[in-house]
């Protein structure tokens, strides 16, 4: 009888131990972070065509099954108070979901709407509820590999009080989706010496997640974000090395970085950093939860690059010992893959010794030879062109994907309220050689109307600087005016050979220059479309089919004028609105019959209010930020007009 009970206590806790195991285990085990993607003030502004299916294949490539999309959700919606889902956004994000799907990747998207220069709002359950409630209902029947992160880094907010936020966004989820996992983490910036800090949840298929950056001045070293900013620390040890350490920057003293720096000897250390992760370790063994490390790198810029190889391969090895998945922050971007001063290329720049350490399948790499270009390409058609990065400047919001009657596709481009020398940026990447294509008579072929006979806009490209003191980033321009296209509100088909561009001259380091017969065709780093006359105000631009070709083959195929018509609203609707600037109230005064409904943007489209009226309206804006804001009536009869508001 003896025998049998103990055969039956050894088989009960060994059934325990693999029950627990089980538990803790989490579906994936390693990966990256897509940042600076879906990380946009709007969906408008999400340029869709920085990744393809294609970086998702290579990603697998390097032996990882799981990707976390940081997201600006509540930036996706239309803002308080609905906040509804704009359908833009899952028309980009369907197809992410279809390519992790076709490709068994895990996909997880992470709620970051987050900005740490501000503390986490402790009614931000109430918008949480709202969006994750749309997006659970929209993905409820897809595939499992697919997981809700509630909110990154939460922080300057109570334990108790984010964890009851968190609890009920949970059962909010649950009401609409019970399949798929929800992944939840601590207050205190996802902290893992918070994890103790989170109750028990009810919900039996949830991932605790945590972030890790210890040593912070070691992984911090010359960032810009934090307060203060440590852009002056540069060359910290990994680890701790007295020989190699560097002096404390004058910057620094009397903040709590002087601290940290003091007790550097003890916190740099490999034990150490095994020691914090133990902390983890010891969560989830008293939970019987499993826990994912969601985020943890090393800024790039100021690092030692050996130590911050040796650090990675510390953690990253000391997480899988312990059976933990991760996911790198991030793949392109200061803590990523590549090596820094390349061209992000996955065949020719990626980190070797950074992969190896981070025990993931190194590719092979070949030296990147720049190479002219051949053909032609397209900049802009409904997306950016392919290698091609938005990096406006611009006060007056640009839209990507506006569906005013685009003359191809489904949307085209449009620009409004700009500054004087606000621009529409398309950065190469890498740099193009055009010197051929000007030699064999290509052209800057695009779709373009207006609103306004006055606007005139720069075109131009712009070369690389070098790092000869002589050389500065010198442009090829040219002004676009009503002589080339009128401003009838119909597409006109405007077609430059490059050989008409003429050199301008180079602004830099706040000087210009004037032109020296140095541009350089064979290195160029971007096309603009600059406000280089004057503001825009109120007049709308939009652009369509823009590339660099050699056939003249670009159709008008929609000849009629925009819905009716657009006229500023100095024009023929009998609309006046007062004060402007104004500081707590708006007034909109119509004399025109008909229902006319009324949004207000601000300068990143972003809407903020909206209303509908027949003769008069008040707005009140006691409670919104000082700034610009852009005014949108439109008209029961199809015209809408738009106008630009200064609140004081």
């Known amino acids: 009888m003896r025998f049998l009970f103990t055969f039956c ?41 920085r990744y393809t299916r294609q970086d998702f294949e290579q990603i697998q490539r390097l032996g990882c099954d799981v990707i976390r999309l940081p997201i600006n959700l509540h930036y996706m919606t239309s803002g308080a108070p609905d906040y509804t889902v704009d359908p833009l956004f899952y028309t980009f994000l369907d197809q992410v979901v279809d390519w992790s799907e076709e490709l068994n990747l895990h996909l997880i998207l992470d709620n970051h709407t987050f900005d740490p220069a501000a503390n986490t709002d402790p009614n931000v359950g109430a918008v949480l509820k709202k969006v994750w409630t749309q997006v659970a209902a929209h993905y409820q029947d897809s595939e499992a590999h697919l997981y809700y992160e509630v909110l990154n880094e939460p922080h300057g907010i109570a334990d108790a009080t984010w964890n009851m936020i968190q609890q009920e966004v949970v059962a909010t989820i649950r009401t609409v989706d019970t399949t798929h996992t929800i992944i939840v983490g601590p207050a205190e910036w996802n902290s893992f010496h918070n ?3 989170m109750p028990v949840y009810e919900d039996d298929n949830l991932i605790y997640t945590f972030h890790f950056y210890d040593p912070f001045l070691f992984t911090h070293q010359g960032a810009t974000w934090g307060s203060p900013s440590m852009v002056d620390l540069t060359g910290m040890p990994f680890p701790y090395d007295a020989d190699r350490m560097p002096p404390l920057p ?36 008293e939970r019987q939860v499993p826990v994912f490390c969601g985020e943890f790198g090393v800024y790039i810029p100021n690092s030692p690059p050996a130590d911050r190889v040796l650090w990675y391969d510390t953690v990253r090895s000391y997480l899988e010992a312990q059976g933990i998945a991760w996911t790198i922050w991030d793949y392109h971007g200061g803590f990523g893959l590549f090596e820094p001063g390349g061209n992000d290329l996955f065949d020719h720049d990626l980190n070797v010794p950074l992969l190896e350490a981070l025990g993931l399948t ?27 990065v938005a990096s406006n400047y611009s006060e007056g919001p640009i839209d990507y994907y506006t569906a005013e009657q685009p003359n191809y596709g489904a949307y085209s481009l449009s620009w409004t309220g700009a500054l004087q020398y606000n621009a529409i940026g398309f950065d190469f990447s890498p740099n193009k050689d055009l010197s051929q294509l000007v030699e064999e008579g290509y052209a800057l072929d695009f779709l373009f109307r207006s609103t306004d006979p006055d606007v005139k806009v720069d075109l131009r490209f712009l070369d690389t600087k070098t790092d000869d003191p002589n050389d ?16 009838d509100l119909r597409w006109h088909h405007v077609r430059i050979p490059l050989s008409q561009f003429t050199e301008q001259g180079a602004w830099d380091n706040n000087q210009w220059y004037n032109p020296d017969g140095k541009f350089d065709w064979a290195a160029i780093d971007r096309f603009e479309i600059v406000s280089e006359q004057g503001a825009l105000g109120d007049a709308k631009l939009w ?93 029961e009869n199809g015209q809408y007009q738009t106008g630009r508001i200064v609140k004081r």
């Open 472 to 487: 500065h980033p010198w442009r090829m321009n040219l002004t676009l005016d009503t002589s080339r296209a009128a401003a």
């Open 362 to 388: 190194v590719p092979p790499q070949t030296p990147y030879e720049a190479q002219p270009d051949t053909v032609g390409f397209m900049i802009y058609s409904d997306y950016l062109g392919s290698s091609i």
């Open 9 to 49: 206590t050894a088989s009960l806790v060994a059934l325990f131990t693999v029950t627990a195991l089980r538990a803790q285990d989490v579906p994936f085990h390693k990966g990256v972070n897509l940042t600076n993607w879906f990380q946009a003030e709007s969906a408008r502004q999400v340029q869709f065509t």
């Open 195 to 197: 994890l103790d800090e």
């Open 543 to 635: 652009f369509d089919q823009v590339q660099i070709n050699n056939q003249d083959t670009t159709q008008v195929l929609d000849t009629t004028a925009l819905v009716t018509s657009v006229r500023q609203l100095a024009g023929n609707l009998p609309l006046r609105f007062y004060p402007n600037p104004a500081q707590d109230h708006l007034t909109l005064v119509s004399t025109q019959p008909g229902l006319q409904a009324v949004e207000l943007r601000d300068p990143l489209g972003r809407l903020v209010w909206r209303t509908s009226f027949h003769d008069r309206a008040e707005i009140d804006l006691s409670r919104w930020t000082p700034g610009v804001y852009f005014l949108h009536v439109q008209h």
């Open 250 to 285: 004058a910057s620094l003293r009397g903040t709590w970085v002087e601290g940290a720096y003091g007790n550097y000897a003890q916190d740099a250390t490999v034990a150490q950093v095994k020691s914090l992760l133990d902390l983890v370790v010891q969560f989830r063994t």
